[in-house]
């Protein structure tokens, strides 16, 4: 049995006999299986070992150091309990224990604010994690820092944080250890936008750009002829920090751009600045679609008449021609139109009227929903909250009967435009006329931890629904969104709701036990949240 036998053929020879399969001679003096066994002795050391003798190898440069303060003990024990935590089951019962694997993002995230540095002895746990759920990435690998960058070097199976997940001051620099340069540290900045990986660079262009947007517009364009197009495609993404004005010209140049897709998102970013020369074309060709019914006498009305073309000048303004499966040419034409138009078109074309005004109209030859769908893409484009309101309309109105959309997911963008303390008033108040069937989405938008009208109105829906015997599970998913959303300060005013309630006729058989079970967990995990941020809070600043 020679040395280079390999395991594959030691298990062939096994398996078939040594008189009918050796593997290799044996030893004079030696029966054929006791070779095979010696050799297989041999080989499961070396598989034990899992490494070929080799010369050794030189050691690892030493971590770099972070300069961030120490997590507080409490603090420290908690990540390990929830680094250890696994999910609720996706089937069956819960129980009343809080869901850790839930909690971990938003640990992350309160540590990251008060600027502690990860524990040495969490780093591997932590790199596991972020491996096994790409949404905790950002807020692990800031939280991991340089060091967490330094270990992943040493272990493929965390090579992803060597090629993506970095923020403005995320870690990862080319040697694989420090910070991103400072943004006005131009020889630094310089060579790291030269000979850095594609996360790095784009990470770097997030950094510079927040903090000076011409300096962030000036470095892409030095590389800007050379670049993939999918990675012009992620860079050309970056100008949404800071866009203004100032960004036109390269904007405009972009337009012309070998990739549709670059050419898109440059149509698209323009058309978010309504004075530049793009959205005055797009304003124009609108116009020419969309304008009052002058026909009559009856009260004011739009009259529409959508595009008959997509001509050159509209694809190279970003206008996609072919429509997607199901949708007329026309109808997609305008839509396009429609969003990239300034909304101040309107007023001006349709008699000084205003937003609420103008989306109260009556439009002719059914094009309401496609002209109102437009103007919701345009108001989310636009960042214009006037139109925002006007397009979801007062919160009481049924949705089938609202002024704007009827898409959840429409007026969930919508509600991101306004400030978020009418975000959640609104919100809270769709909840209070309609209950929690249509609001999951809407949900969230709204700012985390609830305001305390969004709280208690997403309270007061589930307990009316817990009363009325309703099927529990329909409603796990805002009830998962209340562990993590809802104040922790509400703990003691839902003790009450964890008793088991009286099932009323007709009622979802056994719905009273789940309730009870709902109730409970939710309010271990509110006073898990608040020990949680107890625990994160510096000395003196406790609660």
């Known amino acids: 049995m020679t040395a280079t036998t390999s395991w594959e053929e030691l298990v062939t020879s096994a398996l078939l006999g040594t008189d009918r399969r050796p593997s290799a001679p044996a030893a004079p003096g030696q029966d054929a299986p ?32 972070d300069p961030r303060t120490p997590l507080p003990e409490a603090a420290r024990h908690r990540l390990t309990q929830l680094l250890a935590g696994r999910a609720a ?102 060579r790291l936008w030269d000979e850095g990986l594609f996360a790095e660079r784009a990470a770097l262009l997030g950094s510079v750009r927040a903090t000076d947007p011409a300096a962030g517009r000036a470095l892409l364009a030095t590389t800007w002829a050379t670049e993939r197009a999918e990675d012009r495609l992620m860079f050309l993404d970056s100008l949404r920090t800071g866009l203004s004005d100032a960004d036109e010209p390269f904007l405009e140049q972009a337009l012309a751009d070998r990739s549709r897709n670059v050419r898109s998102t440059a149509a698209e970013l323009l058309s978010a600045l309504p004075h530049s020369a793009l959205a005055a074309r797009m304003a124009r060709r609108a116009s020419s679609c969309v304008g009052p019914d002058r026909s009559g006498d009856d009260a004011a009305a739009i009259v529409v008449e959508a595009p008959h073309e997509c001509d050159a000048a509209m694809q ?53 929903d496609e002209l109102h769908a437009g103007w919701c893409r345009a108001a989310v484009r636009q960042r214009d909250a006037a139109w925002a309101r006007a397009l979801l309309g007062p919160p009481t109105t049924p949705p089938a009967a609202g002024p704007g959309t009827q898409s959840l997911a429409e007026r969930s963008k919508l509600l991101s435009v306004l400030p978020a303390d009418e975000r959640s008033f609104w919100v809270a108040s ?112 406790d609660g």
């Open 430 to 541: 769709f909840i209070a006329a309609h209950g929690l069937s249509e609001a999951f989405q809407l949900l969230g938008v709204c700012a985390v931890p609830w305001s305390e009208p969004l709280g208690r109105a997403v309270v007061d829906a589930l307990d009316i629904a817990r009363d009325a015997g309703s099927y529990p599970w329909s409603f796990s998913g805002v009830m998962g969104l209340a562990e993590r959303c809802l104040d922790p300060g509400e703990a003691d005013r839902l003790e009450v709701l964890t008793t088991l309630p009286d099932e009323p006729e007709g009622a979802s058989p056994g719905a009273g036990g789940y309730w009870s079970e709902a109730f409970q967990r939710l309010v271990s995990t509110l006073r898990l949240r608040a020990a949680m941020r107890s625990e994160l809070a510096p000395a003196g600043l």
């Open 89 to 190: 089951p996706s089937g069956g019962r819960r129980g009343v224990a809080p869901d850790l694997a839930e909690l971990l993002p938003q640990w992350l995230a309160a540590a990251n604010d008060h600027g502690y540095r990860a524990p040495a002895s969490a780093l591997p746990a932590l790199l596991d994690a972020a491996r096994a759920r790409t949404d905790l990435r950002p807020q692990a690998l800031a939280f991991a820092g340089p060091r967490g960058l330094w270990l992943a070097r040493l272990n493929s199976d965390w090579k992803f944080a060597l090629r993506g997940g970095f923020g403005s001051a995320q870690p990862g620099g080319p040697d694989h250890g420090a910070a991103l340069p400072a943004p006005d540290d131009g020889e630094a900045v310089r």
């Open 34 to 65: 006791v070779a095979l066994l010696d050799a297989a002795a041999l080989h499961t050391v070396r598989r034990r070992a899992g490494l070929r003798p080799a010369p050794a190898a030189a050691l690892p440069e030493p971590a770099p150091h």
């Open 316 to 368: 190279r303004d970003g206008v996609i021609p072919n429509p997607p499966s199901g949708r007329g040419e026309r109808s997609w034409w305008l839509g396009q139109l429609i969003e990239s138009a300034p909304l101040a078109t309107w007023t001006a074309r349709l008699g000084g009227r205003t937003a609420e005004e103008i989306v109260a109209l009556p439009v002719g030859d059914g094009w309401r």
